[in-house]
């Protein structure tokens, strides 16, 4: 018996194929992105990827290297991978982080989720970090799936107080993800929060992790003061 996983694979890459050879896609068309063709196929992004692979690696399609992102503080860039809270200690900066809450929640209080994204409970994360002087700069809410070891942490609390780690310890390793950025202006419950006033403008960033077999790591949505925090964009491969 075939395996599912290569079957649902193989009929994305034939259903391509087929459109390629048909003229429906001629050369130099733009694929969709990975978000739509999970959608039009009804298969998670890791298969996409890897029909996408497959396809390449016959040569019928050509792959380009994407944009990337990455956070900075104070010009310092930040390594998603071993954590924001170690990357700023890293830095030397003295930023202390606040845990305000860990709470078992349902899909619908997780913001701005991805649709693809299929979970029905989640474990939130919510975060604040300070500056020296004592000011808020920053206010994350961090979703995690509601699986394993996981489930525990609202009794047990954070891996040495580090949500990378305590994802880690679970299995979950983030492999690829997306991030969108924009300018906000915080509202009242926002505002409340970060002790700051109303309509103050702060950077709102919605990070989304997957593993490599497409199901969710980590959606995170941050409000990152503007003074403190950029986003930097990279592009191409450097020769």
Not at 46 to 56: H, K, N, V, Y
Not at 123 to 136: K, P, Q, S, T, Y
Not at 151 to 160: E, F
Request: with cysteine; charged share 25%; hydrophobic share 40%.
């Amino acid at each position: 018996m075939k395996n599912a996983g290569f079957s649902r694979r193989q009929q994305v890459v034939d259903a391509l194929t087929y459109r390629m050879r048909s003229g429906e896609l001629r050369p130099g068309d733009r694929l969709d992105g990975e978000l739509r063709l999970a959608a039009e196929f009804a298969v998670s992004r890791g298969t996409i990827r890897q029909a996408l692979s497959e396809l390449q690696r016959r040569n019928m399609i050509a792959t380009h290297t994407g944009i990337g992102s990455f956070v900075t503080f104070d010009g310092v860039a930040l390594d998603a991978e071993v954590g924001w809270g170690r990357a700023l200690a890293d830095t030397g900066t003295q930023i202390t982080a606040e845990l305000m809450s860990i709470d078992r929640i349902g899909r619908e209080d997780i913001p701005d989720l991805p649709g693809e994204v299929t979970l029905t409970e989640a474990i939130a994360v919510r975060r604040i970090r300070r500056a020296e002087n004592g000011v808020a700069v920053s206010y994350e809410c961090s979703s995690v799936p509601f699986v394993g070891p996981l489930r525990d942490l609202p009794s047990t609390g954070l891996v040495d107080g580090s949500l990378t780690t305590s994802l880690r310890a679970a299995g979950l390793i983030a492999q690829y993800g997306a991030q969108d950025v924009r300018l906000s202006k915080l509202d009242r419950r926002e505002s409340r929060i970060l002790g700051r006033k109303i309509r103050t403008p702060f950077l709102r960033t919605v990070r989304t992790a997957y593993a490599a077999d497409g199901s969710l790591v980590e959606h995170v949505v941050s409000l990152l003061d503007p003074d403190h925090f950029s986003v930097h964009f990279t592009f191409g491969e450097q020769p």
